[in-house]
C-alpha cells in the first residue's frame, strides 16, 4: 500500500484515496522533510513549497497540487530526479470568471459608467483569461488581448502589446502565471515603468500571483491618483501582506478568487485521478460525490425597469457578495490563511437557476453565455 501525505485543507480529499493508500493529512506549513522519509506521494496546496532542500533524499515519486499554477514546484529538480509532478489547469476559472464578473459589475455601478461604454485589457489568456475575455464580450465591452505565447504561435493579429493595453485599456485584468526567469518572466510585470504608462484612471485587477505586481510600485502609484483603482486577491508575501497596500486598494480579498466550491471539488478530481493512474489504482473518474446540492438553487429576477446591465449585477450578486469578502478580509487581514481555509460555500453560474420576469431575449441570451439557466 502506498504512502500518501496530503495537505489537511485540500478539500473532498478525506476518504477517497484510503481505501487503496495510507494517507496523513497535515497542515501544509508542516509538511517537512522528515515528515516525507517514506512517503510515495504528497499532494498539495500553493503553501508547500516544493523544492530541493525539501524533496531531495525522500522516497516520493509523486506530486499533485490541486491548484492552477505550479510557481511552488521545482520541476526541474522533479524532471531531473524522476519525480511526476502535475496542477489542474484550469480547474478553478470558471470561479475567477465569478469573481472577475462581481468586480467589474460592482466599480461600474459605484463609478457611475456603464461595461458596454469601456475597454477591458486581459494580460494572459489562458484557460482563465479566455473564461474572462468571454465574459467581457457577453457584457459589450470592448476587449484587448495581451499573451505572448500564445502571439507567438498564432500570430500577432488578434494581440496586442503591454504597452498598448496599458495605454488603451479603462480595466486592466492580469491572468498569467509567476515566472521568474526566461522570456515570458511575469515578476513583477506590473512595475513603475508600466504604471506610468496606464490610462488615467484605469483599474487593475491582479487575480494572478501576487509576486506580478511590485508592491512598492503600486503603493506609489496609487498615491499619485493616476488610477481609478486597484482590486487585489493575491499579495506579495502572502500571508505577510502588506498592511498599506490593504488601505489603498479599493476592493481586497485573501487569495479567494478561484475558491468556489466547484473550483475546488474540480481541482481535487484532477490530482486524485492523476494520482491514480501513475500508481495504477483502481480508481477511475473519480469526482467528489457531496458537491452539488439535490435541487438547483432557483431564484427570481424582475426585469421591469432595469438595464440589461442591472439585471446581470442582481444575478451575479446574488451567486457571490465580494462585498463581505471584502469587508471581513480588511476587518482581520491576519486571518489570512484561516479566511482561505474556512472559505463558505460559493457555487458558479452554472449551478443556478434564473426565474426572469419580463426579461428580453437579448439580456436572456447574456446570461445564458455566462452559465446561468433561464427559465422564462
Known amino acids: 500500500m502506498i504512502k500518501i501525505i496530503a495537505d489537511d485543507k485540500i478539500p473532498f480529499l478525506k476518504g477517497a484515496l484510503e481505501p487503496f493508500a495510507d494517507v496523513v493529512y ?4 508542516e509538511i517537512s522533510k522528515e515528515v516525507l522519509k517514506g512517503a510515495d506521494a504528497l499532494l498539495i496546496r500553493t503553501r508547500t513549497k516544493c523544492t530541493e532542500n525539501l524533496l531531495k533524499g525522500t522516497t516520493v515519486r509523486f506530486i ?14 522533479c524532471d531531473n530526479n524522476n519525480i511526476e509532478w502535475t496542477n489542474a489547469p484550469g480547474c478553478n476559472s470558471s470561479s475567477v470568471q465569478q469573481y472577475i464578473a462581481a468586480t467589474l459589475l460592482k466599480i461600474a455601478h459605484e463609478s457611475g459608467f456603464k461595461l458596454s461604454d469601456k475597454t477591458i485589457g486581459i494580460i494572459g489568456v489562458g484557460k482563465v483569461g479566455s473564461k474572462v475575455e468571454k465574459l467581457a464580450r457577453a457584457l459589450g465591452m470592448k476587449v484587448l488581448l495581451n499573451d505572448p505565447p500564445r502571439a507567438r504561435v498564432e500570430g500577432e493579429a488578434n494581440f496586442h502589446s503591454l504597452a498598448t493595453i496599458l495605454f488603451q485599456s479603462d480595466i486592466i485584468t492580469v491572468h498569467v502565471p509567476l515566472n521568474v526567469v526566461g522570456e515570458d518572466c511575469t515578476y513583477h510585470l506590473m512595475n513603475e515603468k508600466y504604471f506610468k504608462k496606464i490610462n488615467k484612471g484605469a483599474f487593475l485587477i491582479n487575480s494572478s500571483r501576487g509576486e506580478v505586481t511590485d508592491t512598492t510600485a503600486l503603493k506609489k502609484a496609487l498615491a499619485s491618483g493616476k488610477f481609478g483603482g486597484a482590486i ?11 498592511l498599506n497596500l490593504l488601505k489603498k486598494v479599493s476592493i481586497a480579498t485573501p487569495h479567494i478568487a478561484g475558491y468556489s466550491t466547484d473550483g475546488k471539488a474540480n481541482g481535487t478530481s484532477m490530482v486524485v485521478n492523476s494520482l491514480c493512474k501513475h ?3 483502481p480508481v477511475k473518474d473519480w469526482y467528489p460525490e457531496n458537491v452539488s446540492p439535490p435541487t438547483i438553487p432557483e431564484f427570481t429576477i424582475d426585469a421591469k425597469g432595469k438595464s440589461d446591465e442591472d439585471i446581470i449585477r442582481e444575478a451575479v450578486f446574488h451567486t457571490y457578495d465580494i462585498n463581505a469578502d471584502d469587508s471581513k478580509f480588511r476587518s482581520s487581514p491576519s486571518d489570512f490563511e484561516k479566511q482561505r481555509g474556512d472559505y463558505p460555500l460559493r457555487r458558479e453560474f452554472t449551478s443556478y437557476r434564473i426565474n426572469l420576469i419580463n426579461g428580453t431575449g437579448a439580456v436572456r441570451k447574456i446570461l445564458e453565455e455566462l452559465g446561468f439557466k433561464v427559465i422564462v
Open 64 to 77: 499533485g497540487t490541486a491548484t492552477i499554477g505550479f510557481d511552488h514546484i521545482d520541476t526541474g529538480f
Open 232 to 242: 487585489i486577491d493575491v499579495w506579495e508575501n502572502e500571508p505577510d501582506i502588506d
Open 279 to 281: 500508481f495504477n489504482l
Open 26 to 29: 497535515l497542515p501544509g506549513k
